[in-house]
C-alpha cells in the first residue's frame, strides 16, 4: 500500500501563485504513474494533470500553460506548480497513484492522498 501526504495548498488571491507538494512512501521512480484531481463540494472529482513513469505529462486543459506537474524520483516525491491561479481552481486537490500508465478514469487510481485545500479569491 503507498501513503500519499500533500502539502502547499492556502489561500491565494487571482493570478497567484501556489506549489503542492506530494510525499510518497514508496519508490515512485519504479513505474507509478503520479497525478492530481480535484474537487469542489458537491461535484465530481476532476483529473488536474499526470505525470507517468517516463515523465510524460498530461494535463487537464482547464489548467494547461498554468500548470506544471513534476516529480523528483529520488525524492519520492511530486509537485504541482499552479500560477495565474483563478476562482474556479478553488478545490481540495488530492495526490493521486496507480501503478502503471496513467489512467483517466478516477476509480483506476489505487492510492489517494489526504487532500490539501486551495482557495482563490478575488
Known amino acids: 500500500q503507498v501513503q500519499l501526504v500533500e502539502s502547499g495548498g492556502g489561500s491565494v488571491q487571482v493570478g497567484g501563485s501556489l506549489r503542492l507538494s506530494c510525499a510518497a512512501s514508496t519508490y515512485i521512480g519504479s513505474g507509478y504513474c503520479m497525478a492530481w484531481f480535484r474537487q469542489v463540494p458537491g461535484e465530481e472529482r476532476e483529473g488536474v494533470a499526470g505525470?507517468?513513469?517516463?515523465?510524460?505529462?498530461n494535463y487537464a486543459d482547464s489548467v494547461t500553460g498554468r500548470f506544471t506537474i513534476s516529480k523528483d524520483n529520488a525524492k519520492n516525491t511530486v509537485y504541482l506548480q499552479m500560477n495565474n491561479l483563478k476562482p474556479e481552481d478553488t478545490a481540495m486537490y488530492y495526490c493521486?497513484?496507480?501503478?502503471?500508465?496513467?489512467?483517466?478514469?478516477?476509480?483506476?487510481?489505487?492510492?489517494w492522498g489526504q487532500g490539501t485545500q486551495v482557495t482563490v479569491s478575488a
Open positions: 493521486v497513484s496507480e501503478y502503471g500508465t496513467c489512467p483517466s478514469w478516477v476509480d483506476e487510481y489505487d492510492y
Open positions: 505525470i507517468a513513469d517516463d515523465f510524460s505529462t
